[in-house]
């Protein structure tokens, strides 16, 4: 199984950037896919999960600048980021989980860096 993630880079304060993620390698019933972030030197977080059938959760620091979406039948999942801040700066790693039943499974990308210069 293989989780990739791109779209990660560097942007100026007030830029935007759109990190996607190709989920491979077996067949995938319905999830959770996500996007957590580890800044330097601290614990990874949450940043927006989205189930397959659209229910939506955000940290409060990405309410209002961040949207999800996914493309159930490409096992993708989107994070579009809008008015970055330095805050945001972080290695952004994606996850798809099922765990409400059989098949488990709970998958974590390479992650992607992103970095947000003031």
């Known amino acids: 199984v293989q989780l990739q993630a791109s779209g990660g880079g560097l942007v100026q304060a007030g830029g935007s950037l759109r990190l996607s993620c190709v989920a491979s390698g077996r067949a995938f019933s319905s999830n959770t896919m996500g996007w957590y972030r580890q800044a330097p030197g601290k614990q990874r977080e949450l940043v927006a999960t989205m189930t397959t059938g659209g229910t939506t959760k955000y940290a409060d620091s990405a309410k209002g600048r961040f949207t999800i979406s996914r493309d159930n039948a490409k096992n993708t999942v989107y994070l579009q980021m809008d008015s970055l801040e330095p805050e945001d700066t972080g290695v952004y790693y994606c996850?798809?989980?099922?765990?409400?039943?059989?098949?488990?499974?709970?998958?974590w990308g390479q992650g992607t860096q992103v970095t947000v210069s003031s």
């Open positions: 996850h798809v989980v099922r765990q409400e039943a059989s098949p488990w499974y709970d998958y």
